[in-house]
C-alpha cells in the first residue's frame, strides 16, 4: 500500500508540475496590442503591420497595431504606461520620437531612458540627400564646394523644426563646415514637392518619396545618412565617409513597458528576428525604405541609446528649446 501511494503521489506531481511548466511556458494566449505614435500609413506604422502579420501567423495569436498619434508621441507613451507589464502591449516606434521631445517640449510626459524596456530593432530607415537638378552638382563634394562659395544661399527643405530630416542636416552642415538656409515645412508631403519644384535646393526624404522623381531626373541622390552605404543603391556614398561617424539612419524599435517579464521579451526578440530575415518580409521592408535588422536585446538597446545620443547632440547643436 505505501508503495502504490507513493507511485500515485508522484505521478500526481509530475502531472501538476507538467501542468504548470506548460501554462507557464505558453505565450501569447491572448491578443497582443502593438502601440504606434503615429497616424496609419507612416514608416513605424508601415513597420510595425508588416511585422503583426507575421507574428500572428507565427505565434497563434493576433498581434493588432493601435494607431495613437499626437503630442509628440506623448499620448502612445501614456497608453503604455497605463497597460499592464504583461507582455501583451508594445510600442512600434523610431528613436526621433523618443529623442526629441525633451527639446521642444517644456515637460515631457515620458522619459526614454527610464519609461521603457528595448526589445528589438526591427530595422534602420535611412534618409537621402537630394538635390534639384538646377544647382548643376552631381557629387558630393560638389555640394560642399559650391555651398562654400556661396555661404547662406543654398536651402534646405525639412519636415519641421526639431524633425530627424532638420536635425540630419543641421548635423551635416557642422560636419562638413558649410553653411546653408534651413527651410521648414509641415511634413514631407510639403518639402519633398517644394524641392522638385525648385523652391529649395536639397533635401533630406526617404526613399519611396524620392525615388520615383530620381528616375524621372528630376532630383539627384548625393548621399545617404546611414553609417554605411545601402545594399539598394551601393553607388551613392555615405556621409560617413565624409564625416568620422556620422548616423543618423533612424532605428524602427519595439519598446515594452519595464516590469515586462524577460522570458517574453526574448521571445518576441527571437521571433522578430526570425521574420526580417524571411525573404518576402524583406522585400517588404525595403519597399518601405527600411534595411532589416532583427538584433539581440542587449545590441537593441544598446544601438536605441546611441541613436538618442547622437540625436540629442544635434539637437543641441540646432538650438532647438522648448516652446
Known amino acids: 500500500m505505501d508503495l502504490t501511494r507513493r507511485r500515485l503521489l508522484a505521478a500526481a506531481f509530475s502531472i501538476a508540475a507538467l501542468a504548470t511548466g506548460h501554462a507557464e511556458g505558453v505565450y501569447p494566449s491572448q491578443p497582443v496590442r502593438l502601440i504606434v505614435p503615429y497616424v496609419p500609413g507612416g514608416l513605424p506604422d508601415t513597420v510595425a503591420r508588416i511585422v503583426a502579420k507575421r507574428l500572428t501567423q507565427d505565434l497563434g495569436q493576433s498581434f493588432v497595431v493601435d494607431n495613437r498619434p499626437g503630442a509628440a508621441g506623448a499620448i502612445a507613451a501614456v497608453a503604455l ?13 523610431d528613436g526621433a520620437m523618443l529623442a526629441i521631445p525633451p527639446f521642444v517640449t517644456p515637460k515631457p510626459s515620458f522619459n526614454a531612458q527610464k519609461d521603457f524596456v528595448t ?13 534639384h537638378p538646377k544647382i548643376n552638382v552631381s557629387t558630393l563634394d560638389e555640394l560642399v564646394a559650391l ?41 514631407s508631403g510639403q518639402s519633398v514637392p517644394a524641392m522638385i519644384g ?4 536639397m533635401i533630406f526624404a526617404s526613399p519611396p518619396s524620392l525615388m520615383g522623381f530620381v528616375k524621372n531626373g528630376q532630383a ?10 545601402s545594399p539598394q543603391t551601393p553607388n551613392v556614398p555615405a556621409l ?12 524602427v524599435v519595439v519598446l515594452a513597458k519595464p516590469g515586462t517579464p524577460q522570458a517574453v521579451v526574448d521571445k518576441v526578440n527571437a521571433e522578430i528576428a526570425k521574420i526580417v530575415k524571411m525573404p518576402e518580409v524583406v522585400e517588404q521592408l525595403q519597399t518601405a525604405g527600411v534595411d532589416p535588422v532583427g538584433s539581440g536585446v542587449p545590441q537593441s ?4 541609446q546611441a541613436e538618442l545620443q547622437r540625436i540629442a547632440a544635434a539637437a543641441q547643436h540646432a538650438g532647438l528649446k522648448p516652446e
Open 240 to 251: 560617413s565617409e565624409k564625416i568620422p561617424g556620422f548616423d543618423f539612419a533612424f532605428n
Open 198 to 201: 525648385g523652391q529649395v535646393d
Open 81 to 93: 504606461a497605463q497597460a499592464p507589464a504583461d507582455g501583451y502591449t508594445f510600442m512600434v516606434t
Open 119 to 131: 526589445v528589438s530593432v526591427i530595422g534602420t530607415a535611412p534618409l537621402y540627400l537630394a538635390v
Open 220 to 229: 539627384r541622390l548625393i548621399a545617404i545618412n546611414s553609417a554605411r552605404r
Open 147 to 187: 555651398a562654400k562659395a556661396k555661404p547662406g544661399v543654398l536651402t534646405y527643405g525639412s519636415s519641421g523644426l526639431g524633425s530627424i530630416h532638420h536635425l540630419t542636416a543641421e548635423a551635416m552642415k557642422a560636419g562638413l563646415g558649410v553653411n546653408i538656409t534651413h527651410v521648414p515645412f509641415r511634413g
Open 301 to 304: 538597446a544598446k544601438a536605441l
